[in-house]
């Protein structure tokens, strides 16, 4: 069955980007939107935005400024940066895959990154 | 955008039934059927229990139900499992064409 792995750095400093890649597992990255949520300690989810297997983005309002998706379809990975972080962005970081009626039905197990210097 | 109000918390006995509610407003919940619920464990990923308002996706058991009546989504659990500890979160579309997630609950079985 398919599954999602995020790896990236665990520690971040204060200003610089945030890089985040997501490995597709068990299936193709063709057909479906990517996403990518994030969980502050303590705290609830946050969608972060999608990108679709073509290269098609859409990104949460309040975030557009500083996020940027992108997919390897060669790798099956698609990627996240976030520039300009503070400590507000200290967060489990999940990637998933998003289905045709708007449900993110397969996640990663998560990744904690934190905003520090 | 502000999140979807949930309840904090939420408790019955094993085999009892729980709802959970999800507040929204005509910019999500009350103009989308696109509503979903996630079951998160302690130190877990989220897991996907209804989707569309009221669907479950296979593996799910029918103990997990979902509705809507306006601007509010509820999720019930019925025959209450120790198992079904955790947070809950509803998720909506919105008008922005953005998703919005809620608050969150937390189910604890006594």
């Known amino acids: 069955q398919v599954q999602l792995q995020e790896s990236g750095p665990g520690l971040v400093k204060p200003s610089e980007t945030l890089s985040l890649t997501c490995t597709v597992s068990?299936?193709?990255?063709?057909?479906?939107?990517w996403t990518w949520m994030r969980q502050p300690p303590g705290k609830g989810l946050e969608w972060i935005g999608h990108i679709y297997y073509s290269g098609t983005t859409n990104y949460n309002p309040s975030l557009k400024s500083r996020v940027t998706m992108s997919v390897d379809t060669s790798k099956n990975q698609f990627s996240l940066k976030l520039s300009s972080v503070t400590a507000a962005d200290t967060a489990v970081y999940y990637c998933a895959r998003k289905v045709a009626l708007d449900a993110f039905d397969i996640w990663g197990q998560g990744t904690m990154v934190t905003v520090s210097s | 955008q502000s999140a979807l109000t949930q309840p904090p918390s939420v408790s019955g006995s094993a085999g009892q039934s729980v709802t959970i509610s999800c507040s929204g407003t005509?910019?999500?919940?009350?103009?989308?059927?696109?509503v979903s619920w996630y079951h998160q464990p302690p130190g877990t990923a989220p897991r996907l229990m209804i989707y569309?308002?009221?669907d479950r996706p296979s593996g799910v058991p029918d103990r997990f139900s979902g509705s809507k009546s306006g601007n509010t989504a509820s999720l019930t659990i019925s025959g209450l499992q120790a198992e079904d500890e955790g947070d809950y979160y509803c998720?909506?579309?919105?008008?922005?064409?953005?998703?919005?997630f809620g608050t969150g609950t937390t189910v604890t079985v006594l």
């Open positions: 998720s909506s579309y919105t008008d922005f064409r953005s998703y919005v």
């Open positions: 005509s910019s999500d919940v009350g103009s989308y059927n696109r």
């Open positions: 068990g299936g193709s990255i063709s057909s479906y939107y």
């Open positions: 569309e308002v009221s």
